[in-house]
């Protein structure tokens, strides 16, 4: 299975409607041939997918919907569920109740189907230590039935993996490059990840957003998780939420950034802005000053802020990242259901 | 892909099969070697005229064979005893390793997240551990028919070739039932306890069941027995036994099928 199936075929073209109107019989031929296109225009759908260990750990009632062709994130704090949804995608754990369906195909029942069409990097990343990395990806291809080598040596070049080291003797960092090359090698038409960036060097981070991108100009669907907004924000389109087993929030990228809070500190000259000044500025949530230094807290756009300060003299300005605590924290204000 | 697993779980093991490989072949050339020491010396035999007939019996002299003989040497100091210890402590090893061992290493996720069937898997680490352990018999009896002439220490090929498959087939036992429990479970602690446990209780039942009659019929569902029942150092292959203890390997590799098949991995 190559990366090309998902995406609409010369069959589908041809689907004409004058010419299928003169021709019955050609037309619903050309019908039977998109059905299956059009059976994975969803490439991940989960149905009040819960899976329970008791009473803190598992997931509730998860719905989602993920397109093929996204780049979907799927967003929540260690321990929230994310990576007991991700390993019943692919049938390694099985719903207590609800349904997962990947690529259009039952998550239980068509498990096999599924696996030959997806690309998995685990959460905590296991691999036979006393083969060589070349051994490893070989052995993983064949399983596979053989894959085409080239875009391996492709990603192994710009990983910058040594394909001769046992992988016992490479730090965690190359060991999890190891483990994103097994999981594009094969071109999947998706990409499953679980905290794919996690002990990678900022350059190869870097590398890695950069396979995801080209995954998904190729048609491919790439669904990842993660604990750190900053990295969601920058690849996918679409985020979900999961907090304690539940899916808070599904929503698309630019509307979270514009919902996002900010903590942004402010070193005046003279003449500096007085608290209320601040205060004043719309999306400002929060100011307050101690000697020179304001602490403003602002939700949305940071345009309103940055042109109230204009008549003041402001040495720096440091925005911090928010942490993801505060969006939750923003969404609890709103959702007084989640606990 | 056929085959694929089988070959990792072999490979994995390369270093280990070559060292076990020719450490048997020192021990068994070894053990041929010492038998001059004790042929026709009938010393040994009335020192184990003294020992209680428990002994006897786990030497593997339980039929009234003499030390100072071919046959009784053979089975006291290799076929009752050492030799499918051996095997089973290996073949325990690989399956608990196969099973519970990748599952809590985390590698098994990677490999069931591929096209490969969990039957497939199960299958395949079994043939794994299948052919492991008839290697580590083959190259013992080639060791020992080779050594043999040298010392005059011959039981004639069939008796080899029927005591080793004997061997063989405990450790296929013992070894398809830590994978049973190890798949079953995800435990290392029960696939390795629960299959070696297994081992040492029935070989003591073994020795036991014939000085106590309430004990006789334990017999019937020990493998020990069924390995050295009809004595195959003197009547060669026992067909009907070892058809009896490939039967319960097959049933063990079919519960680990189904013990993996019907359960969430753990992490």
Redesign the interface.
Same mark, same amino acid.
């Given at each position: 299975m190559t990366a090309d199936s998902p995406q609409p075929t010369a069959d589908s073209r041809q689907l004409d409607p004058r010419s299928g109107l003169r021709d019955g019989r050609r037309a619903t031929a050309a019908c039977l041939a998109i059905t299956p296109t059009l059976a994975l225009v969803t490439a991940i759908r989960l149905e009040r997918l819960t899976k329970s260990y008791g009473k803190t750990r598992g997931i509730t009632e998860v719905n989602l919907t993920v397109a093929t062709g996204e780049v979907f994130g799927f967003l929540g704090p260690n321990g929230a569920g994310k990576?007991t949804t991700i390993?019943t995608l692919?049938?390694? !754990?099985?719903p207590t109740s609800g349904k997962a369906e990947v690529l259009g195909l039952d998550s239980v029942d068509d498990s !096999? $189907?599924i696996?030959?069409r997806?690309g998995?990097l685990?959460g905590?990343? $296991?691999?036979?230590e006393?083969m060589t990395t070349r051994q490893l990806l070989d052995?993983?291809g064949?399983?596979?039935?053989?894959i085409d080598t080239g875009y391996r040596d492709e990603l192994i070049e710009r990983f910058q993996v040594e394909p001769d080291r046992k992988i016992k003797d490479l730090s965690s960092g190359n060991k999890q490059k190891v483990g994103i090359i097994?999981a594009f090698m094969h071109k999947p038409e998706l990409v499953i990840l679980d905290e794919p960036t996690s002990g990678l060097d900022p350059l190869m981070q870097h590398a890695t957003y950069r396979v995801i991108e080209e995954a998904r100009a190729e048609g491919r669907t790439v669904f990842l998780s993660s604990h750190v907004l900053p990295e969601v924000e920058r690849i996918a389109e679409r985020v979900a939420i999961i907090r304690n087993g539940r899916v808070i929030e599904v929503e698309t990228v630019d509307n979270l950034k514009a919902r996002a809070v900010r903590h942004i500190e402010v070193h005046f000259g003279t003449p500096a802005a007085t608290a209320a000044t601040l205060n004043a500025i719309p999306g400002v949530t929060e100011a307050t000053i101690a000697g020179e230094t304001a602490l403003v807290r602002i939700e949305g756009s940071m345009d309103p802020l940055i042109k109230a300060l204009a008549p003041y003299e402001v040495r720096s300005l440091l925005t911090h990242e928010t942490p993801l605590d505060e969006i939750f924290l923003a969404m609890y204000r709103e959702d007084p259901d989640v606990r | 892909m056929s085959g694929e697993v089988l070959r990792r779980v072999v490979a994995a093991r390369k270093k280990s099969l070559i060292a076990w490989t020719i450490s048997l072949i020192a021990l068994m050339a070894l053990m041929v070697l010492a038998y001059p020491a004790v042929a026709d010396q009938d010393v040994f035999a009335e020192m184990m005229e003294d020992y209680p007939e428990f002994v006897e019996q786990i030497m593997g002299l339980g039929s009234g064979l003499s030390i100072t003989s071919p046959a009784g040497y053979l089975n006291s100091q290799v076929f009752a005893n050492m030799l499918p210890l051996l095997i089973i402590i290996f073949v325990i090893g690989l399956a608990t390793k196969e099973t519970a061992g990748e599952e809590r290493d985390g590698t098994l996720d990677l490999l069931l997240a591929h096209p490969v069937t969990r039957s497939r898997v199960v299958i395949e680490k079994s043939t794994a551990m299948l052919a492991t352990g008839l290697w580590l018999g083959v190259i013992s009896a080639v060791t020992l028919i080779a050594f043999g002439p040298l010392v005059d220490l011959d039981v004639g090929i069939s008796a080899y070739v029927g005591a080793t498959l004997s061997s063989v087939a405990a450790g296929w036992v013992f070894g398809a039932l830590a994978l049973a429990l190890g798949a079953a479970t995800g435990s290392r602690a029960v696939a390795i306890g629960g299959a070696s446990g297994a081992a040492v209780v029935f070989y003591v039942l073994w020795g036991l069941a014939p000085l106590i009659d309430a004990l006789e019929f334990t017999n019937t569902f020990n493998p020990w027995y069924w390995v050295m029942a009809g004595d195959p150092i003197l009547h060669g292959i026992q067909g009907a036994n070892l058809l009896l203890l490939a039967g319960i390997t097959g049933v063990l590799v079919a519960t680990a099928v189904w013990g993996l098949r019907r359960r969430d991995l753990g992490v």
């Open positions: 990576t390993r692919l049938d390694l !754990i099985r !096999i $189907a696996h030959r997806v998995y685990p905590e990343l $296991a691999l036979w006393w052995h993983l064949k399983l596979r039935g053989g097994q | -």
